[in-house]
């Protein structure tokens, strides 16, 4: 009955080593996926920087060509008010359209500086993703 008994432990303790071995492969494995990922997704980010230089160039040549508008409709020529209110309509144009560029050059100049926040949404979602997998896999569905 000892000798049963000490098997049965022994048999226990070798079970729950090989379960925590195993535990602790699939971590190390699932750290350095995530890394790898973050590493890769961070280069990525990288290739947007220029973008974030073409945005700030294509904002200076609007608002030279607002100024150069601004010009023309303050030149005092003979402007006839047709005229007149398309240049109005053409600079309210470009005031959107530049406050546009600035809202895309903020995102962007987000994105390269701390792509933290977008690899951790990133993250988010496919654990969602995986979890909303598994449950319809088990034939569970969430209450709503």
Do not use: H
Not at 133 to 140: A, E, F, N, P, Q
Request: net charge negative; aromatic share 2%.
């Amino acid at each position: 009955m000892a000798k049963t008994l000490k098997d049965l432990l022994l048999a226990l303790l070798n079970a729950t080593l090989i379960l925590i071995a195993l535990c602790l492969f699939l971590g190390w494995k699932l750290a350095a996926t995530v890394d790898d990922v973050t590493t890769k997704f961070a280069e990525k980010v990288q290739i947007v920087a220029p973008l974030k230089e073409d945005v700030q160039g294509v904002r200076g040549e609007l608002t030279a060509l607002r100024s150069d508008l601004s010009s023309l409709q303050l030149d005092g020529t003979t402007v006839d008010s047709a005229t007149a209110q398309k240049l109005s309509k053409a600079l309210e144009k470009l005031d959107d359209l530049e406050s546009n560029l600035q809202a895309a050059q903020t995102k962007i100049a987000e994105l390269t500086e701390s792509p933290e926040q977008l690899i951790n949404t990133t993250l988010e979602n496919s654990a969602d993703l995986v979890a909303d997998r598994v449950i319809s896999i088990r034939g569970c569905e969430p209450a709503s």
